[in-house]
């Protein structure tokens, strides 16, 4: 007889581990099956590898800083190899967590992959044992775009960029998203010659457009080639090389090309079509907002649904559905106000309304926008400034949104998410005591806004 669970997890990650986890817990009988290594996206080949590198990236910025404050650093020099190695031993030790955690709650783990085979079963590939479950969860995550582009099976994608085995001396990346911004701030920093080839106008289209002008001033300056209005054609070998043609005939010789064109949901081959869960065009698998599917006895949470595509959003939609269903105290994942960073350099922190969307929504707005120079550039030899930069409905004096570029913008932005998401207003950011001297007292030292025909242009604002 096949064993039975009262949930079945498809998905290692943040979101299906929590959601398990909190289950168990609840009193459930819980099995997960995870096809790769457990942690999902983030922990293994996302957000916490790509921010391991990042903080190594920028040593090169202090050292080069380190002069102007009276440091003498000599010989220094970056070892690939001993980066790679540290970062493997971290996102062990971080898998093992995942492991002990469910084993601790009582899960059953499953080293296997796992599709749906029908209403309420599950069949383990790897050993053709199946499961029956009152409820399956499918939290499988994303993965990376690839184009009908020729010649693309000669690139790379985010999956594998963590383990080359060694630096090209230059690289092309196409896409102007986060983890082409990110790639290409770090893979700079640690020598490698960067050209990015983007079809839009400016970089992370969703954010605000200042923050847009900024960063990409930002990165120019610091030497990154950005080919605007552009994509990639072909990409053929070059001798030991390659060489990659655009859309407008042009050819650029490089010795590795990264396809960093976003992400999409991982719902290929899940056996969801034999429940009748629907999918929408971009694949990813349709939802209540309390995680439910079309098709009875199954959930859906995480990036596989393309609601936010950020771990803490997986997380907390994971926690709601296990509470819900398990509980007995059912509520929804709020997916407003929701903080988010893009860990460049300089780094981006937002959370709220963009200048732009402010605009279509309320009658009015005011908008207070400080750039400087921060303090860690100040002795030395560097141009790049800070942008902060506030939102404001100018009837109610609420703040619509928050906006960050510059050092430890991440670290500020969770906590001006707090004051967002409370609904606080511009006068009660005026009346906090501000802390001197850090960036962030510019959030609540602006008094002035901007006339809204005020432009932010190009690389003179950063230097500027």
């Given at each position: 007889m096949p064993e039975t669970v009262d949930l079945f997890v498809i998905g290692g990650g943040s979101g299906g581990v929590r959601a398990a986890r909190i289950a168990?817990?609840?009193?459930?009988?819980?099995?997960l099956a995870e096809e790769y290594r457990y942690g999902g996206t983030c922990v293994i080949r996302g957000c916490v590898p790509k921010k391991l590198l990042t903080l190594a990236s920028r040593f090169a910025d202090d050292f080069a800083r380190a002069p102007g404050y009276g440091w003498r650093i000599d010989g220094a020099h970056f070892d690939w190899s001993a980066l790679r190695q540290a970062k493997d031993r971290e996102l062990a030790r971080l898998e093992a967590i995942y492991r002990d955690g469910l084993a601790r709650a009582g899960v059953r783990t499953?080293?296997?992959?796992a599709v749906i085979e029908g209403p309420g079963r599950v069949r383990l590939l790897a050993t053709g044992?199946?499961?029956?479950?009152a409820h399956i969860l499918v939290a499988t995550g994303g993965t990376p775009y690839l184009?009908?582009?020729?010649g693309v099976e000669l690139g790379i994608t985010s999956n594998e960029v963590f383990d080359l085995p060694r630096l090209p001396g230059r690289m092309v990346i196409e896409g102007g998203g986060f983890i082409a911004v990110e790639f290409a701030c770090l893979?700079?920093?640690?020598?490698?010659e960067v050209t990015i080839v983007y079809r839009g106008d400016l970089v992370l289209r969703l954010f605000d457009d200042d923050l847009r002008r900024h960063l990409d001033a930002a990165m120019r300056d610091a030497g990154i080639a950005i080919r605007t209005g552009e994509t990639i054609a072909a990409i053929e070998r070059d001798g030991a090389g390659l060489r990659v043609r655009t859309a407008r005939g042009e050819s650029l010789a490089t010795d590795s090309v990264m396809l960093a064109l976003g992400r999409v949901p991982n719902t290929r081959g899940l056996g969801l079509e034999t429940v009748g869960a629907e999918l929408d065009e971009r694949g990813a698998i349709r939802v209540s907002a309390d995680s439910k599917t079309t098709a009875e006895g199954v959930w859906a949470v995480g990036d596989v649904t393309d609601r936010i595509a950020l771990t803490p959003v997986a997380i907390r939609e994971g926690h709601a559905f296990a509470d819900t269903v398990f509980g007995g105290r059912p509520w929804t994942c709020d997916h407003e106000d929701v903080a988010q960073a893009v860990f460049a350099t300089p780094e981006i922190g937002a959370v709220g309304l963009t200048e732009a969307q402010a605009r279509e929504r309320f009658a009015a707005i005011d908008?207070?926008?400080?750039?400087f120079r921060p303090m860690s550039n100040v002795l030395a030899p560097r141009i790049e400034r800070m942008l902060v930069k506030l939102v404001v409905d100018r009837a109610s004096d609420r703040v619509l949104g928050v906006?960050?570029?510059?050092p430890d913008a991440a670290e500020m932005i969770q906590l001006a998410a707090i004051a967002v998401k409370m609904g606080a207003t511009k006068r009660q950011f005026d009346q906090t005591v501000a802390v001197h001297p850090t960036?962030?007292?510019?959030?609540?030292t602006m008094r002035e806004p901007v006339e809204p025909a005020e432009p932010l242009s190009g690389a003179a604002t950063i230097g500027g």
């Amino acid at each position: 007889m096949p064993e039975t669970v009262d949930l079945f997890v498809i998905g290692g990650g943040s979101g299906g581990v929590r959601a398990a986890r909190i289950a168990a817990g609840h009193g459930a009988k819980v099995a997960l099956a995870e096809e790769y290594r457990y942690g999902g996206t983030c922990v293994i080949r996302g957000c916490v590898p790509k921010k391991l590198l990042t903080l190594a990236s920028r040593f090169a910025d202090d050292f080069a800083r380190a002069p102007g404050y009276g440091w003498r650093i000599d010989g220094a020099h970056f070892d690939w190899s001993a980066l790679r190695q540290a970062k493997d031993r971290e996102l062990a030790r971080l898998e093992a967590i995942y492991r002990d955690g469910l084993a601790r709650a009582g899960v059953r783990t499953i080293d296997s992959r796992a599709v749906i085979e029908g209403p309420g079963r599950v069949r383990l590939l790897a050993t053709g044992e199946t499961v029956r479950a009152a409820h399956i969860l499918v939290a499988t995550g994303g993965t990376p775009y690839l184009p009908p582009t020729p010649g693309v099976e000669l690139g790379i994608t985010s999956n594998e960029v963590f383990d080359l085995p060694r630096l090209p001396g230059r690289m092309v990346i196409e896409g102007g998203g986060f983890i082409a911004v990110e790639f290409a701030c770090l893979l700079q920093r640690l020598g490698v010659e960067v050209t990015i080839v983007y079809r839009g106008d400016l970089v992370l289209r969703l954010f605000d457009d200042d923050l847009r002008r900024h960063l990409d001033a930002a990165m120019r300056d610091a030497g990154i080639a950005i080919r605007t209005g552009e994509t990639i054609a072909a990409i053929e070998r070059d001798g030991a090389g390659l060489r990659v043609r655009t859309a407008r005939g042009e050819s650029l010789a490089t010795d590795s090309v990264m396809l960093a064109l976003g992400r999409v949901p991982n719902t290929r081959g899940l056996g969801l079509e034999t429940v009748g869960a629907e999918l929408d065009e971009r694949g990813a698998i349709r939802v209540s907002a309390d995680s439910k599917t079309t098709a009875e006895g199954v959930w859906a949470v995480g990036d596989v649904t393309d609601r936010i595509a950020l771990t803490p959003v997986a997380i907390r939609e994971g926690h709601a559905f296990a509470d819900t269903v398990f509980g007995g105290r059912p509520w929804t994942c709020d997916h407003e106000d929701v903080a988010q960073a893009v860990f460049a350099t300089p780094e981006i922190g937002a959370v709220g309304l963009t200048e732009a969307q402010a605009r279509e929504r309320f009658a009015a707005i005011d908008v207070y926008r400080s750039r400087f120079r921060p303090m860690s550039n100040v002795l030395a030899p560097r141009i790049e400034r800070m942008l902060v930069k506030l939102v404001v409905d100018r009837a109610s004096d609420r703040v619509l949104g928050v906006h960050l570029c510059g050092p430890d913008a991440a670290e500020m932005i969770q906590l001006a998410a707090i004051a967002v998401k409370m609904g606080a207003t511009k006068r009660q950011f005026d009346q906090t005591v501000a802390v001197h001297p850090t960036a962030a007292e510019e959030l609540v030292t602006m008094r002035e806004p901007v006339e809204p025909a005020e432009p932010l242009s190009g690389a003179a604002t950063i230097g500027g």
